[in-house]
């Protein structure tokens, strides 16, 4: 089965400080991984998918195979990146998306 | 408008009482999914709708919990019995086409408080 876990529910950083939001996932074949976002007020949207090996508003995630992992990273946290973050995981050919619990993020000014 | 519509935006019932919650998804989108987000939860599965094939209900919690897409388009949840656990966020999302791509295009969603 497909499971997606994000071991932090609350998270809190200092403006500049480097953030990391933490993503683990369990599945056995090959997967396709992916950050959405939701800003206060506003809809869920996609942020960036891990095979367009984008960085997007300064954010950026590698998947790790060996460690089942895609954490989501950023050197300087800046205070608009306040916002709830899913990472998700699918499979090639799969029909839908299995997210996680999500983390809300926090920069402090 | 040109993105994922749902209504009503908020909604508040009485536990026992039938809810219907809406969503027009974005035009020309084939795939329609819905999901529940729930403070702890995360946001679950529910159902998904491709074009005219069978959709995949093996998200729904319970048997009080249906979901139609009528024409291929605006798609309707439907709560029998509301419980007070049925309490969350139901998030309705639409995609280009078969396949996943990731991209899903998520509306503001329907509220639902049952007291």
């Known amino acids: 089965a497909q499971r997606v876990t994000q071991p932090e529910k609350l998270l809190s950083v200092f403006k500049g400080a480097p953030v990391e939001l933490k993503c683990n996932y369990s599945y056995s074949g090959s997967p396709e991984l992916f950050w959405y976002v939701q800003y206060s007020r506003q809809r869920l949207q996609l942020l960036l998918r891990?095979?367009s090996r984008e960085s997007i508003k300064g954010f950026t995630a590698d998947l790790n195979k060996g460690e089942t992992s895609f954490h989501l990273k950023k050197p300087f946290a800046q205070e608009e990146d306040s916002a709830m973050y899913y990472c998700a995981l699918t499979s090639q050919g799969a029909q839908k998306l299995v997210f996680g619990q999500g983390t809300r993020l926090t920069i402090n000014p | 408008g040109a993105g994922v519509s749902q209504s009503p935006s908020n909604k508040v019932t009485e536990k026992g009482k039938d809810v219907e919650l809406r969503c027009d998804p974005i035009s020309g989108h084939t795939a329609l999914y819905w999901y529940r987000q729930s403070l702890g939860q995360g946001l679950e599965f529910l159902i998904y709708f491709q074009g005219n094939s069978a959709p995949d209900k093996s998200g729904l919690p319970s048997d009080r919990f249906s979901a139609e897409r009528t024409g291929g388009s605006v798609s309707t949840l439907t709560i029998q019995r509301t419980q007070q656990e049925d309490s969350a966020v139901y998030l309705c999302?639409?995609?280009?086409?078969?396949?996943?791509?990731?991209?899903?295009?998520f509306g503001e969603g329907s509220r639902l408080t049952v007291l």
């Open positions: 999302a639409s995609s280009l086409g078969a396949g996943l791509s990731g991209e899903l295009f």
């Open positions: 891990h095979i």
